[in-house]
């Protein structure tokens, strides 16, 4: 579907053949494949095989039949045709062209586009899923609405990152405190991707609205992924990537719910709930330092085990782990240090 969007997003020759159809009140009915499953539920017509053009595309669509246009939109295939796919597909709408819209896109895999005559809208079939086309200064209008929450949001997640790094420093984490992190991360992933939708149906009017939501996200995706790296409990049935999915399954009400989070996460805890206390690996404090590869951020912790004992671990102890040097523990030493001071000094600030 994302690319179905993609394809007919203002900008793009498909999309300006398709308002066309819509300014002058007309209908139609395009399928992008000529593939043979799609010639299979072709009837008449006749094969034209030309050069795609938003102008050809509408002259066409002044006839009845439905166009069929190659998989890359760059050809009309055929024109006039009459599809004929299976009766017995479900469908849920009620016009003949968006019933057999539905159908083909149901029996087929390919996008199959609908322009209603009457109501002057532009329905992208494909699959199961359905999306019609908003104008796009609506979409604007969302997609600002949606930047807004975000950066609200983005806000709180940074005090929340702050206070979590300095309890790393502190050795006093609680699991709580790690949930409440991946959850407001969480909201924020889902938000931006919120808005990547509206960005992909923007296309070359979305460009502003990409750079904004970049500036936002930067970093977020990469310290939510190495919380859950720092915590989880790694098992051989239960890897980093199935935690980081099932954080993205969760449902928004058990995402609300702190012990829904750590439960699907497999957080250890003990008998004391969210209150229990844990340790960071370290990976998360350790990205930060400056060109440290991440060859060596997994050697570090898979020697220390923990943030602390890293911390705790003197220059020539450092120098020890392969791949360090005695340069790079000196600049891993010192890193620490200097993010150590910077987070306490920002929780109490």
């Known amino acids: 579907m994302n690319e179905a969007l993609a394809s007919v997003a203002p900008g793009e020759p498909l999309r300006e053949g398709l308002d066309r159809i819509v300014q002058s009140n007309m209908g139609g009915l395009i399928v992008i494949g000529d593939g ?50 299976n009766p017995n597909v479900p469908t849920s709408e009620t016009g003949t062209r968006h019933r057999t819209a539905e159908r083909v ?34 979409l604007l209008n969302r997609s600002n609405q949606g930047l807004q929450t975000l950066e609200r949001y983005k806000n709180r997640l940074d005090l929340v990152s702050g206070n979590l790094s300095a309890l790393e420093v502190e ?7 790690v949930v409440t992190f991946l959850q407001r991360a969480e909201m ?17 009017d979305g460009r502003l609205v990409r750079l904004q939501l970049e500036e936002l996200m930067g970093g977020v995706e990469d310290d939510r992924r190495r919380v859950i ?19 993205r399954d969760l449902g928004t009400e058990n995402l609300l719910a702190l012990d829904e989070v750590a439960a699907v996460v497999h ?18 404090l350790l990205h930060r330092i ?36 005695t340069v790079r523990a000196r600049a891993i030493k010192e890193g620490l240090s200097r993010l150590a001071e910077s987070s306490i000094l920002d929780r109490y600030s």
């Open 290 to 325: 400056p060109r440290l590869p991440e060859g060596v951020q997994e050697a570090l912790v898979e020697r220390f085990g923990s943030l602390q004992k890293i911390m705790r671990a003197t220059i020539e102890e450092l120098d020890d782990v392969s791949g360090v040097g």
């Open 105 to 138: 896109a149901r029996s087929v895999d390919v996008p199959v586009i609908s322009v209603s005559e009457a109501l002057a809208v532009i329905t992208v079939y494909r699959n199961d899923r359905k999306q019609t086309l908003e104008p796009p200064p609506r």
């Open 171 to 177: 050795d006093q984490v609680t699991v709580r405190d």
């Open 229 to 247: 790296q720092d915590y989880f409990q790694d098992r051989p049935q239960w890897r980093l990537d199935q935690a980081d999915r099932a954080l």
């Open 267 to 284: 957080l250890p805890t003990d008998n004391q709930g969210l209150d229990s206390g844990v340790q960071p690996r370290g990976y998360r």
């Open 36 to 85: 043979p499953d799609v010639l299979s539920i072709c009837s008449g017509g006749f094969l034209l095989d030309a050069e795609f053009t938003p102008q050809r595309l509408y002259e066409l669509a002044k006839m009845d039949g439905a166009l069929i246009l190659a998989a890359d939109a760059s050809r009309i295939a055929r024109a006039n045709v009459h599809l004929v796919p």
């Open 188 to 204: 924020v992933r889902r938000i931006s991707e919120e808005i990547d939708g509206y960005i992909l149906e923007l296309g070359v």
